[in-house]
């Protein structure tokens, strides 16, 4: 969405939210709640006249240095669409491949391929292609200044790896949504830091591989045991599943038809799927500790399911910060702490005590740590957003396939399909394609493709192997939708990084020369 429609539709968000909050204004709310609040009467706090929306636990210097981030990385995007279509009025001009390329440096940072300017008198400019370069030229330059990016607030972030450990985890495997809209969950709605102990893995609908999670966890105990850490420290998994409160039939989760109850049967039957796996096969004192979240994408508010005593998770008993935003807007810190603190152990007394493995405080002051953490993003919705996100929906500018590009987490940056093989990940890939239906293709946009695996350095051979799946892996996707292939309304690229960070991201190209161009 360029600048100026997402400026008009924040301003309508804006009226519509402040109108509905005028007639629901002074309804109650419920910190542990079996019903959502819904629809617009329900933000968790609208600015205007004589009323604060300024809460005493939020960070509003990192707030303010997440925001120049997020404009600093949707400018380079949105700036492609502006620069094509100012291009495109003057295809026909004598120098035109000189103005093109002049304006590319000067407005994006890079140039254009020549050969897709040099006959543009004689059949025009093939826009599509030139929208693909620029989007992955945008996203490898996103990645070679990230640390430049992110410096202002990746340290700021209040939950850092001493806080997962205090609670009693060395390891916190995250499995969202694959929906862009919860690509910011680390560092905006979580105020999370990116480390060794957070394992983040994207699937549509939440739907992880509970085989691979196996996997995962395997591995983390096996070198939690060679390293020698802290046997005390426990392994939690984490499943996000979304919606949205105010348009729920149609802009909740994809891969779920928008059935909000359906996203929360799916995630919970996951999680005590990979509970099962793991205490058939190593013992039920092995199995790691579970919890589910809700996220509101309309707010970035969260919900918190934690297990009741027995291990069971419940989808109508939760705590809401959104609701907890409402309650202590008003107070003084310490008094609005102790408030959150009373709310989550008056919900864990309704629940009998909480189905961990001897670490029921540590799930506490984590889910608390989360819970204050965001409600410093919901007051970043309502001081940049009007209270609610003007776009509800999907606004995403690429696909990456294989692997997280985990140095970009931004809301609605791209759409991720965690695969090894297309056969093995076509519901998320298919789910991706009927999005950027609606995002691109209908204005005869392409869909952008980065397939992108990391590999491990210190395995020799390990780069060669992932360029070889990067390049499989995108053949079988043009071979998969041939028809938006054949109509250049597909573009794919292939990328590959070092685990280790020694090479952040080389494109490697569809076959032939390896590029490894940053």
Known sequence: MNTHKRQMALRRARDTVAHAMAVARGSGAHTVSSAAPQGLAHP?????????????????????????????????????????????ARQHDQDFA????????????????????????????????????????????????????????????????????????????????????????????LRTAANEGVLLKAYAGALFDIENDVSDWSQRQLERIVAGHDPRLDYLKVAVYHFSSSSACDQGCAAHGSQDHVAIAEAIARLQGLHHAVAEQFGPDMAPDLMLMGLDTDLDAIRIHLPDALGRIHADRFLDSAS???????????RALDHIRQAIAGHVNDLGGLGTRGNEQGMQALAGAWLVANLSQIEYVIEHH??????????????CAGDLLEQLQLRNQFYYAHLDTVEEGAADLDVGVRIFTGLNTRRGLPLPVLVHFAYASAVPGS??????????????????YPDLHARGLLQCEVAVSDRRGREPLSFVGLGGQDTRSH
């Open 324 to 334: 907890l935003y409402r309650e202590t807007v008003g107070m003084e810190s310490r």
């Open 44 to 88: 968790a706090c609208v600015p205007g006249p004589g009323r604060s929306c300024e809460h005493p636990l939020v960070d509003r210097d990192l707030n303010a240095a997440l925001h120049r981030y997020e404009q600093t990385i949707r400018g380079r995007f949105e700036a492609i669409e502006e620069v094509l279509r100012a291009l495109s």
């Open 98 to 189: 000189h103005q093109a390329q002049s304006m590319s440096e000067q407005r994006l940072g890079f140039r254009w391929p020549d050969e897709a300017l040099d006959n543009a008198w004689v059949s025009g400019v093939d826009m599509a292609r030139l929208y693909a370069h620029g989007t992955f030229r945008a996203i490898g330059r996103c990645i070679e200044r990230v640390d430049a990016d992110q410096a202002p607030w990746r340290t700021r972030l209040p939950v850092q790896p001493d806080v997962l450990r205090s609670c009693g985890y060395h390891t916190v495997d995250i499995s969202p949504c694959a929906d862009g809209r919860l690509q910011g969950l680390l560092p905006f709605i």
């Open 386 to 399: 009007a209270g609610r996100y003007a776009v509800i929906g999907h606004d995403e500018h690429f696909i």
């Open 463 to 480: 780069r060669e192997r992932a360029v070889q799946r990067g390049r499989r892996v995108a053949a079988a996707v043009q071979a998969r």
